[in-house]
């Protein structure tokens, strides 16, 4: 079985991008979380999606957006990059998004690292 | 604001030893504590689980100490092997509603022969 696939899995660009992370979940999660993990720290939350609809969102400024797709993948949005979104975005899928036993067993794809120049 | 508190930042055990990593939660609504353990290059993959209607969980090697009114947990990691080396992070969330889970700031582990 595939895991969490993510695309691209480095990328640079420079301040003032834009920049779209990729993500699709393992078969049959309807849930997709993304992440932000800079360099020696934990996972900071971005987004919720489930069943296409926003359940969540951390404390990420308007520059970032996400959406969910009918076949549940998803994609991350970045505009107007500063060096500080150096970074590895991480995606997590997970059976539900609406709590209960499934809902926050995530896992995790390995990530697209961007860097920011 | 720091929801969970993680120590120590890196930590060195010689095989064969015991490693033991610390968390620490303010939410008294977190009743899901899980530890990932991350590898260079990879995401994080979730190593084992608690739930607070218990006090320790285990599984092989690894066991979660569970105190509630202390509002702690920890990882054990007995018979540390090298390929234990990794970053490890504990985890928080409330099992119902829909909040996100929040992570400590990780553990980096070197186990060496």
């Known amino acids: 079985d595939a895991g969490v696939t993510q695309s691209p899995t480095h990328l640079i660009k420079t301040r003032g991008q834009h920049v779209t992370l990729r993500c699709s979940p393992i078969?049959?999660?309807?849930?997709v979380s993304w992440y932000q993990q800079v360099l020696g720290q934990g996972p900071q939350f971005i987004f919720q999606y489930y069943e296409k609809e926003e359940r969540g969102r951390g404390n990420f400024p308007d520059r970032f957006s996400a959406r969910q797709f009918p076949n549940y993948s998803s994609e991350l949005n970045v505009n107007a990059l500063l060096l500080g979104d150096s970074a590895l975005y991480l995606c997590?899928?997970?059976?539900?998004?609406?709590?209960?036993?499934?809902?926050?067993?995530?896992?995790f794809g390995a990530g697209s690292r961007l860097t920011v120049l | 604001q720091q929801q969970v508190k993680q120590s120590p930042q890196s930590l060195i055990v010689q095989k064969g030893g015991i490693s033991i990593i610390n968390c620490a939660y303010e939410?008294?609504?977190?009743?899901?504590f899980p530890w990932y353990q991350q590898f260079p290059g990879k995401g994080p993959a979730l190593l084992i689980a608690?739930?607070?209607?218990?006090s320790e969980k285990k599984e092989g090697r690894f066991t979660i100490s569970f105190n509630k009114s202390a509002k702690q947990f920890s990882l054990h990691i007995m018979d540390s092997q090298p390929g234990d080396s990794a970053t490890y992070f504990c985890a928080a969330s409330p099992l119902s509603g829909n909040t996100p889970l929040v992570f400590g700031k990780g553990t980096r582990l070197s186990v060496i022969a």
């Open positions: 608690i739930r607070p209607d218990v």
């Open positions: 939410n008294t609504a977190f009743d899901y």
């Open positions: 997590a899928s997970s059976l539900t998004g609406t709590g209960g036993a499934g809902a926050n067993v995530l896992t």
């Open positions: 078969s049959g999660h309807k849930s």
